[in-house]
Structures are given as structure tokens and as C-alpha cells.
């Protein structure tokens, strides 16, 4: 991934990577014994939380579970929004929330609007990722229809824009700052933060480190234990969470 993926058109960005069919290597996740649950500090909920990882991702939990799920996701998937509705909740609250288990979602950017609902996601800091990301996840019909209807010399017109403001551009067309000004997310710094290259660029380069790290081809992949699984369902996801002791 490079910075020519924000000046590609939408038909080609939106296949840069698969949502949800990539092949996928064999799991590392054995059958072992029960592992006992770990208590949060005095005062504190491990669902609350969260953190940033070296590898660009935020993780939420017990920072030293012994087991560590791992999802590289895309805003634009399909397949990414369903899992997070069918999933979240008992990711959270009955295997996050034991102190057993961490969760991190690590961005996988695919696409330029990708891009720039990521870089929104993350502007909050850490408290409030998931929560937005969530939430980004539920706007993506919305986010799509304004990305058609934008029409192809515009979207390309804003994508040869300055880097400063060429994510600023494409968010105020996709309605993406209003969007999570609702969220608490204020127009002032949704705008600073889309103007920061450095972040884009982290967020391009964190891309190409999973693919060379871990062979993802497609969102949403995960690991356990940094072992990459066959499956993209929560029935698959679970199941091996409690080969690994999550039960």
C-alpha cells in the first residue's frame, strides 16, 4: 500500500483488498486448558480499558491476558460491520471483561473514504475508538450513497488536492464531520486531525506491515496469540477462543 491509494478512483480503491472471501493460512489456536479469570484493578472494568499497541492498533482489556484476539478490519467492509454487530458485545462482556482475553482491532485500510473514516475513528484518542468505530461501521450505506453520488471527476479532483486537505475534502463530501461531530468529535478537531499526513501515512504503512507480517489479504482477519485463523464468522472466532482456554 502506498500513497497512490488516495489518488485511485472509488471502483478500483474498493477492490484493492477483499472483504471478507481472502484465503486464509491454518490457525494456531490449540485446545488447552481452562484459563481462570483475572480481576481488573480495584475501581476499574478491563472493558474500559483501552490502549494503543506498537502495531498502530487499540486494545481493550487486560493488557496482559494470556490470550490476545486480534482483528484487522476495514471501515468500508461489509463483512467487518457484520461481524461487529453479531460480536462486540460478548467480545466485551463475556471474554474481555474476565481479564482472560484482550481485543485489538488494528486498521486495515482498503480505500481512500477507508482512510479517511479511520482517521475520524482514532481522532477521539484512545477512550472513545471503539465506541466510533462502532458507530462508523453502522454509517457505511450512508457513507457509500454520498461516495456515488459525488460523481468520478469530483472525487478525483479531490484526491489531487494538497495532503493537508484532501481528507478534509472528501470527509465534508461524505458528510463523515457532521457525522461524528455527533458522536463528540468537534468540526475544529476532526479537521486538525484529518489534516495530518503523518497520520494517513502511519495508517498506509501500518497496512503493508500486516500484509507482510500476517499475509492479510482481506478484512476482517484475525489472529489469536499471533496466529492468523481460518474463519471470518463469531461462531468461528469463539469457538476458538475457547479452544484457547476462554471457557
Not at 148 to 169: C, H, W
Not at 182 to 199: F, I, N, R, W, Y
Request: glycine letters at 8%.
Amino acid at each position: 500500500m502506498s500513497k497512490s491509494l488516495t489518488l485511485a478512483p472509488i471502483a478500483l480503491a474498493l477492490a484493492l483488498t477483499g472483504c471478507g472471501g481472502a484465503a486464509e493460512t491454518e490457525d494456531g489456536a490449540t485446545s488447552g486448558d481452562t484459563i481462570e479469570t483475572v480481576a481488573a484493578p480495584e475501581g476499574q472494568q478491563w472493558s474500559t480499558t483501552v490502549s494503543q499497541t506498537e502495531a498502530g492498533g487499540y486494545v481493550m482489556g487486560n493488557p496482559d491476558a494470556p490470550i490476545k484476539l486480534v482483528e484487522y478490519m476495514s471501515i468500508t467492509c461489509g463483512v467487518c460491520a457484520t461481524f461487529g454487530e453479531a460480536a462486540f458485545t460478548s467480545i466485551r462482556d463475556d471474554y474481555v471483561e474476565s481479564g482472560r482475553v484482550s481485543f485489538e482491532i488494528r486498521n486495515f485500510v482498503r480505500d481512500p473514504l477507508d482512510l479517511t473514516a479511520a482517521i475520524l475513528s482514532r481522532c477521539g484518542g484512545e477512550g472513545p475508538y471503539f465506541a466510533l468505530t462502532k458507530q462508523a461501521l453502522s454509517n457505511q450505506a450512508p457513507m457509500f450513497e454520498k461516495a456515488q453520488g459525488m460523481g468520478e471527476a469530483n472525487y478525483n479532483s479531490i484526491l489531487q488536492s494538497a495532503p493537508n486537505e484532501r481528507f478534509v475534502k472528501l470527509a465534508e463530501e461524505l458528510d463523515l464531520i457532521s457525522y461524528f461531530q455527533q458522536l463528540g468529535v468537534s468540526e475544529d478537531q476532526a479537521k486538525a486531525c484529518l489534516s495530518e499526513e503523518a497520520t494517513a501515512e502511519k495508517l498506509m504503512a501500518d497496512t503493508q506491515a500486516a500484509v507482510k507480517d500476517f499475509d492479510v489479504q482481506g478484512t476482517p482477519t484475525f489472529l489469536i496469540n499471533g496466529q492468523k485463523i481460518d474463519g471470518t464468522s463469531w461462531n468461528v472466532v469463539e469457538t476458538k477462543l475457547k479452544e484457547a482456554g476462554a471457557r
